[in-house]
């Protein structure tokens, strides 16, 4: 049960997963590994698809929502922030920030809004993944040996 605990959570707030799955249910260094990215490659796989589908059902009956007046511009904060990130760090930057700072979903939407589903895409964010599900166990099993 453990095991579908994790893999549930890593599925949506990948970060938040390690401390949880090293500390509270005791997992190793290897199955914190595994479980932690059966999850994140779970959820990466649905939320692409998801993300898609969802874009192409909003511009079939949502299109003028999406299309940019040029006279007319409103820009908030938060997309001012996101133009930022994508136009000085691109795709691995969202990769990069996907599992630590956003979340695997919000990741992928934007993979998918600015870049498209395919092949090229999904690696990268699988290997944004796994190099951070790599950084995170061996941070949080060597705070655990060194507490006790």
Do not use: C, H
């Amino acid at each position: 049960m453990k095991e579908l605990t994790v893999i549930f959570f890593s599925s949506w707030k990948f970060a938040a997963t390690f401390p949880v799955a090293v500390y509270a249910m005791k997992m190793s260094f290897t199955e914190t590994l595994i479980y932690t990215n059966i999850g994140g490659l779970l959820g990466m796989v649905i939320s692409v698809f998801l993300s898609d589908v969802i874009l192409k059902l909003w511009q079939q009956y949502w299109p003028e929502k999406l299309k940019i007046n040029k006279n007319k511009r409103i820009f908030t904060p938060a997309s001012r922030r996101l133009i930022r990130i994508k136009k000085r760090y691109g795709l691995p930057g969202i990769v990069a920030l996907s599992p630590v700072l956003l979340s695997i979903p919000l990741g992928a939407f934007l993979t998918v809004k600015y870049y498209g589903v395919n092949v090229r895409n999904m690696i990268w964010l699988t290997l944004g993944q796994l190099f951070w599900s790599v950084l995170y166990t061996l941070f949080y099993t060597q705070v655990k040996v060194l507490i006790g």
